[in-house]
């Protein structure tokens, strides 16, 4: 059975994390501003009521925007299918386990396109490791909360280090 791409966005298995939690400014990409937590006024349920007509509505940006996958894995492994609509109470650790997800997600994109760099190859396989573990783990929102002051750290300084 092959391995789900832990980037691959699927807004079926979502609550519209990006739609509440992401903020926004009026301007070329957005037609309004939306502050961070605030569900968008075209928010209906966990779609979009205009995503047929995004761009003509004023929104390229939503168009452009791709949480890599980061709001159906919270959704759906994080908080086991359970969303801030059905139970407003966990909108707030949603939204932080989103957010946190985001960065996560964000080191794995890093990680697979540093597979073309001619490493050493014990620094091929601490990103392989690295790597491995970041699309294998079965992430908990207290994790999530330690990510980034600690293995994001960690993975941040490896990619330093190979890059002197």
Known sequence: ?????????????????????????????????????????????HSCSIHHNLTQEGFPGCVAYDCLGSGNRVVQEVFEGQTWQKDPRLMPVMMEAFSAMREVHKRIDLLRAADVLALEPRDDQKRRDFLDFLEQHRWSGPELNEFEFGLALEIDLFFHGISK
């Open 1 to 45: 059975m092959p391995q789900t791409d832990r980037l691959k966005t699927d807004c079926s298995k979502c609550a519209a994390l990006c739609c509440v939690v992401l903020a926004f400014d009026k301007g070329k990409d957005f037609a309004f501003d939306k502050n961070p937590g605030e569900p968008c006024r075209n928010l209906s349920g």
